[in-house]
């Protein structure tokens, strides 16, 4: 079992950036492909990011390719999300997710995720 605890979010104007962070515990995060979700108010939880075991593989959903970067660091068993050009259709409620697979497949689906952190808000402001 990985358990997941996300920061980093907040409030920032259109244009700026945030870092977001995952730290996993447990013993098996290096073992576990990893992504990022997010939702928005009245939305479903939509996939943004996600990277293979080794972070040699990355995926990301259209609207933030070229803009967000997903990367993780297993010394420290956390994960990454760097977003730079903040746009206001970014805010959201932030979910980091892990898999119990290290190879991605499903990677958009969440049901390809077995656990998930608590989530951390992210506001962007026009």
């Known amino acids: 079992q990985v358990q997941l605890v996300e920061s980093g979010g907040g409030l920032v104007q259109a244009g700026h950036s945030l870092r977001l962070s995952c730290a996993a515990s447990?013993?098996?995060?290096?073992?576990?492909?990893m992504g990022w979700f997010r939702q928005a108010p009245g939305k479903e939880r939509d996939f943004v990011a996600a990277?293979?075991?080794?972070?040699?593989?990355?995926y990301y959903t259209d609207s933030v390719k070229g803009r967000f970067t997903i990367s993780r660091d297993n010394a420290k068993n956390t994960m990454y999300l760097q977003m730079n050009s903040l746009k206001p259709e970014d805010t959201a409620v932030y979910y980091c997710?892990?898999?119990?697979?290290?190879?991605?497949?499903?990677?958009?689906?969440?049901?390809?995720?077995?656990?998930w952190g608590q989530g951390t808000q992210v506001t962007v402001s026009a």
């Open positions: 990277l293979s075991m080794t972070g040699r593989s990355t």
């Open positions: 447990g013993r098996t995060f290096s073992s576990n492909a």
């Open positions: 997710a892990a898999a119990a697979s290290g190879y991605l497949s499903d990677y958009t689906r969440s049901t390809f995720y077995t656990n």
